[in-house]
């Protein structure tokens, strides 16, 4: 049993009251009278009849109190009944139309679990009679109401159903369960129903805690669309692509995970790469019952950028996840050399420690660093034009050779990061790329008084996915820093400034290069910037900045149903996203202004989804590769065992405790009535007896 | 004097004596009398009124053979008169606790109703020159006042019968009242008792039955508030006994109907127990006028005076 307000039981203390009232002692009133004898000798005569009739009097009194107070508290009785519960009084019924990927299984007469699914909540909505309400929530992630509330016109929900179709969604029964209970409790119909029909797949109901707010008064069944033993199906669960190698080779291995979701295995499973369009790879795998198995291939691509595949096996009952999507950007990774001015390799103290760290750790979708670092002596006997990046770290003095080579390579449209050593760096040597003349260093005279960030220049490429957003550099403490003197010749820009305008970051733009100044160490010597938040995403993006890789990113996965979110640039005049089936969504420059992100909701369909873009200054629209994203089925929905084998019967294990809720408080009710009018019948009949022979 | 005090204390309410003056008290039969009164005696005997002459017969008083007949017819004659006799009139008042009972309809107490009763009745009895006495009983024994026909007696009776108040210990003493109603009654009289009947018992309808097979005119003045009869209460009440009998508590709704029957009951035992020792038993409801109580007795003792 089940109480909608349970709290309300406590006013069952007020049968303690009238207990106490009924049975305490009363003085009260006292009357001399003279013939007590043959009073009590009457009063005696009618004991035994007076007691029953007290007793009866009390007990109607708690019956009917008791039977008040539960009437209150709307209990219900935890029922199964498989024909559902029903009764004379107009009812609300919430359909739940399970339309995930699942629901496409399809059976040995060429019919989809959805038709059957459909053609049975028809029959529940022909059930329902003039008067009653009805809503169609399909539980797909997300699950979401057709209509905003039950409708008394049920032609528009047969509509609805008519409409309705399956997706490539996950089951979101806690969502779907969600909005019934939202619009059972707008509904002021005083029957509550909601009707699940679904193929029982396992994976819906998997790790999911029912969200059921309040099921007082709600009766719940579950209608199962197929019956007799789940098909047999094997599905492409994952797709990894990595670079093999350093990443200059353009070759990736394509990962293949396949699951066998039948209680056979399965030998000789065919599984084909397609890239671009065109059949690359193919081969064939074991994978054993109720398991998994992984095929790998390996494919050199002929040129970088983004290519478009998929991997797919053998048809099956369920066809949609036998083909998984994926996008592979093929660039090679970014290489840093690091000149390091300390070399003290495996120690803290080393020059280039924090560095090195914060340039290996991989992030989500961009392309990786390969960092290497070099004492000054070995740099200078390297090659350094196969590098995208240099990095000075506490390097006092080069050699004038090294630095006319490092000249060139920055005039090469490369990158050059320099930051001082514990004994700061004059780098004279260059001089004529460097964003200032170093002068002097400059010390706290005590820690407490360290100096701090002032100002972030957030419309820099470094800074700008920041936004109006933390950078993670403002409680930096500087207790040292490099005096810059500008140089009014050069193309000088400062990024970060320090409380009191002298620079922390500056850059300077030379024929295409781009050499950037940090007046501070990248270690702890004179700072506690290296173990600060905005450290690694400062690093690693001012070498993608100088590499001019910034943008260069993996593309997302995203499962389907869920939205991502879409960078949005300053300017930008429209966006557009292509979907697998060509389909355009468009967001023009009113949607898009004032925005650094755009919610993108529209992934229904697996596959890769293209972003173009208009951008100031550029004619037309502009493919932004970086952006693209694939979206991915559900490897849960794979699954097609059924919780149940009898249709709608038997709905154990996870099912249990869903049942119907069948409303007893109008019955109780009606008994506190009857027992207060046995009551007051009780009490009258010996009044009226009296008055009559008065 | 006493025409003040009665005014006063109001034990014999002057309009109830001159209603009651009217009434002519007719005695069953007929009491020996110390003195002659209006009451004509059935019974022959000395008396001043030569009545007739009856022929001698063995067994008859020498003494009242008329010698001058003999005389003159030379038979035996005895001379009969008619003896003129003075009623002998013994009142019983109860004066229970119980007597104290007034009730919500009623002007007076049951005690005070039956002060007027027995008051006016010993007014009317001594005017006629008749003996009146007060006998009140209660569970001790209280003085009495044994008949006298004077008429200077009068006042020291309503006197006495204005003084008295309800006992406060419980009981009545009925049987004990009777027995000394017996004692100091004498042959035959007239015993007037005025009570509630609520302790009677068997017992004292042996001794009233008694007191009646004696030759004593027995008659009882059945004083009840009207509420003892209807018990008109509404509200659940705890009803305490009057005369130490403990109290009960009960809904006068769930068991009124059943105590109206349990009156109706009682009143038709003492009926019955009245009429087989030729007893009269008169019920005096306190809301009834007194005048009207005693002009009912009077006529109906009228009524079977000349029956008999």
Known sequence: ?694 | MIERRERSRGPVDPGVLEAVSTLVIEVRRVVEGLQGGGHASLHQGASVEFAEHKKYCPGDDIRHIDWRALARTDRYFIKAHEREVTLRCLLMLDCSSSMAYQGSRATRSKLDYARVLLGAMAHVLVRQGDAVGLLPFASSPLPHLPPDRKPEYLPALMNRLASLRPAQDGGTGFVEAIHRAADHAGRRAMIVMATDLWDADRDVEVALASLASRGHDVTLFHVLSPDEIDFPFDTTATFEGMEGDGGVQVDPALVREDYRRAVIDMDLRWRRVTGEAQMDLVSATTDKPPEAVLANFASRRHRTTRRL
């Open chain 1, 1 to 694: 049993m089940t109480f909608e307000s349970p709290w309300m039981l406590l006013g069952l203390v007020a049968v303690g009251a009238v207990l106490w009232l009924h049975l305490a002692p009363r003085r009260g009133l006292v009357i001399p009278f003279p013939a007590v004898g043959m009073l009590r000798r009457v009063a005696l005569r009618r004991v035994p009849r007076l007691k029953l009739r007290s007793l009866l009097i009390l007990l109607s009194r708690i019956l009917a109190i008791v039977a008040l107070v539960l009437a209150v508290s709307r209990p219900g009785l935890t029922v199964r009944r498989p024909g559902g519960i029903r009764s004379g009084m107009a009812l609300v019924q919430i359909i739940l139309l399970d339309d995930s990927l699942s629901m496409r299984q399809m059976d040995s007469d060429g019919r989809t679990a959805f038709d059957r699914a459909r053609k049975k909540a028809v029959a529940e909505l022909d059930r329902l009679r003039p008067g009653d309400a009805c809503a169609l929530v399909p539980t797909g992630a997300p699950a979401r109401a057709v209509r905003g509330e039950a409708l008394f016109d049920l032609e528009s929900v047969r509509q609805d159903l008519s409409a309705a179709r399956p997706g490539y969604r996950s089951g979101d029964m806690a969502g779907a369960l969600r909005l019934a209970a939202k619009m059972l409790e707008d509904s002021p119909l005083p029957q509550r129903e909601v009707v699940l029909v679904t193929d029982l797949a396992d994976g819906m109901w998997r790790d999911m805690d029912l969200p059921w707010p309040d099921r007082t008064g709600v009766g719940f069944r579950v209608i199962g669309a197929v019956s007799g033993q789940p098909p047999v199906n094997a599905s492409v669960d994952r797709v990894k692509v990595q670079p093999l190698g350093d990443g200059v080779t353009r070759e990736v291995e394509v990962e293949v995970v396949v699951t066998n979701h039948d209680d056979e295995a399965m030998v000789g499973k065919e599984v084909m790469l397609e890239l671009d369009g065109q059949e690359v790879a193919r081969g064939s795998l074991d994978v054993p019952a109720d398991g998994s198995a992984v095929k790998r291939f390996h494919h050199r691509f002929s040129e970088e950028g983004v290519h478009r595949g998929l991997v797919w096996i053998d048809g099956d009952a369920l066809a949609e996840d036998n083909i998984r999507y994926f996008t592979v950007v093929v660039r090679r990774a970014l290489i840093v050399l690091v000149i390091n001015g300390d070399y003290r390799p495996g120690s803290y103290r080393d020059e280039a420690f924090y560095l090195m760290r914060a340039l290996e750790t991989p992030t989500p979708y961009d392309i990786p660093i390969k960092p290497m670092v070099v004492d000054v002596a070995t740099a200078g006997a390297a090659p350094l034009g196969g590098n995208d990046v240099i990095f000075l770290a506490g390097v006092e003095s080069i050699p004038q050779p090294l630095a006319n080579r490092i000249i060139d390579f920055v005039r090469s449209k490369k990158g050059l990061f320099i930051a001082p050593g514990n004994r700061g760096t004059s780098v004279a040597e260059l001089a004529s790329i460097i964003p200032g003349r170093v002068r002097s260093v400059r010390s706290a005279r005590r820690s407490a008084r360290a100096f701090s960030v002032d100002a972030v220049n957030r419309s820099h490429p470094i800074f700008s996915p920041f936004g109006d957003g933390l950078t993670g550099l403002e409680k930096t403490r500087i207790h040292s820093h490099l005096l810059v003197d500008p140089d009014p010749a050069a193309e000088r820009s400062v990024v970060v400034q320090l409380k009191g305008g002298l620079p922390l970051l500056m850059e300077r733009k030379v024929d295409g290069g781009i050499v950037m100044l940090l007046t501070t160490t990248l270690d702890r010597d004179w700072t506690d910037l290296p173990i600060r938040p905005g450290y690694l995403p400062l690093v690693q993006r001012a070498a993608r900045y100088l590499a001019g890789r910034l943008g260069d990113r993996e593309p997302r996965r995203v499962s389907v149903g869920r939205s991502i979110d879409l960078e949005v640039s300053v300017g930008m005049r429209r966006l557009v996203v292509l979907d697998p089936g060509d389909g355009k969504t468009v967001f023009a420059a009113k949607e898009l202004a004032g925005r650094s992100r755009m919610r993108f909701m529209g992934t229904t369909t697996p596959g890769s989804y293209r972003v173009w873009a208009q951008m100031p200054g550029f004619g037309g629209l502009k493919e932004l590769s970086d952006m693209e994203f694939v979206v991915e089925t559900d490897p849960a929905e794979s699954d097609l065992a059924r919780v149940a084998t009898e249709e709608g019967s038997d709905v154990a294990g996870p099912l249990e405790g869903v049942v119907g809720v069948l409303p007893i408080w109008p019955y109780l009710l009606l008994f506190a009535v009857l027992f207060l009018l046995f009551e007051t019948w009780l009490i009258g009949h010996g009044l009226r007896r009296s008055h009559v022979s008065r």
